[in-house]
Nanobody, 125 residues
Framework: QVQLVESGGGLQQPGGSLTLSCAAS????????MGWFRRAPGKAREFVAA????????YYAHSVKGRFTIARDNAKSTVYLQMNDLKPEDTAVYYC??????????????????WGRGTQVTISS
C-alpha cells in the first residue's frame, strides 16, 4: 500500500537546525513531485516547499526561502527538508505529500495524491 512516513521532527531552539525525511513506498516515487506542508496550532495547513517530479527544480514559501532546502533521492524513494535558522513560527506538524507529474509550483494541497501522517517540529527556547 501507499505510504509516506515522515521522521526527524523534534524540539529545537531558535536558530537551530533540523532535517526531516519522508520515506515513500507503494508508488513510483520518481513520477511524482514531492512537497512539504505544515500546520501550526490554530492555523490552516500551508505550503512550505516542493520539488518537481523531474529535473530537480524547487520552489519555496516566502517565509522559509533561504532557510529551508528541499531535496530528493529517487534511489532511496526519500524526500528531505533541511531546516536552518529555525524560528518559533516554524513550530508545526510537517507533512510530506506526492503529486503525480507535478512541477515545482505545486503549492496547492488539493493537487496532491498521497499524504504522510506528519511529524512534530517544535521551536522554543
Amino acid at each position: 500500500q501507499v505510504q509516506l512516513v515522515e521522521s526527524g521532527g523534534g524540539l529545537q531552539q531558535p536558530g537551530g537546525s533540523l532535517t526531516l525525511s519522508c520515506a515513500a513506498s507503494g508508488f513510483t516515487f520518481s513520477d511524482y513531485a514531492m512537497g512539504w506542508f505544515r500546520r501550526a496550532p490554530g492555523k490552516a495547513r500551508e505550503f512550505v516547499a516542493a520539488i518537481a517530479w523531474s529535473g530537480g527544480m524547487t520552489y519555496y514559501a516566502h517565509s522559509v526561502k533561504g532557510r529551508f532546502t528541499i531535496a530528493r533521492d529517487n534511489a532511496k524513494s526519500t524526500v528531505y527538508l533541511q531546516m536552518n535558522d529555525l524560528k518559533p513560527e516554524d513550530t508545526a506538524v510537517y507533512y510530506c505529500a506526492a503529486h503525480l507529474k507535478g512541477n515545482q509550483y505545486s503549492d496547492n494541497d488539493a493537487l496532491y495524491d498521497f499524504w504522510g501522517r506528519g511529524t512534530q517540529v517544535t521551536i522554543s527556547s
